[in-house]
């Protein structure tokens, strides 16, 4: 990592990239469990009454094997989701010099970062509306994931990539005029 601890920025950043990796590899046990989880309820359908963290899918297994596994395919790729994100931004603050803050690499992963930001609400949504079918058609009834947030998430990160944009523009402009 380039960012130098002296100052408390470099502290506050040093400090963000270990809890990105903390969290990084969580949420990476957490893919591979609802993994393991669905291999597992795939050969013995009592295992998905407790899938992972309580979560109780035996309704949804004994009535539908294939809705079972689209919802477990997307809570998946929602786990996996979040996890690249994380990922991306490990890359990310492993790449920040603050001595010349603003590249056109950290901006691109930060507009890279948005548009899964956005990948992962579009998951959200579909899963949302999955999980209501199941509830009209069969009255199981499976927790809905919180979509707004990746939206949000989304737009902010994307302003900030912009921001950075203009920001490496500004940097260059002003190495040229030294």
Partial sequence: MEVKTNSRTGQILDFMYILAWVAFIGLMI??????????????????????????????????????????????????AMKSFILFLVIKTLSKVNLKSPFTIE????????????????????????????LLKRAGIFIEDRDAGEFLFMAGLVFIISQVFKRG??????NELTV
């Fill in 30 to 79: 957490e893919a591979g469990a609802i993994l393991i989880s669905y291999g597992v309820s795939c050969v013995n359908p009592e295992a998905a009454r407790n899938l992972y963290k309580g979560m109780d899918l035996y309704p949804l297994r004994h009535y539908s094997f294939w809705h079972y596994t689209q919802s477990v395919s997307l809570i998946f790729a929602l786990s």
């Fill in 168 to 173: 490496v523009e500004l940097q260059s402009e």
């Fill in 106 to 133: 950290v901006a691109r992963t930060l507009e890279k970062i948005s548009y899964v930001f956005l990948g992962t609400w579009i998951i959200a949504i579909i899963n949302n509306a999955q999980n209501e079918g």
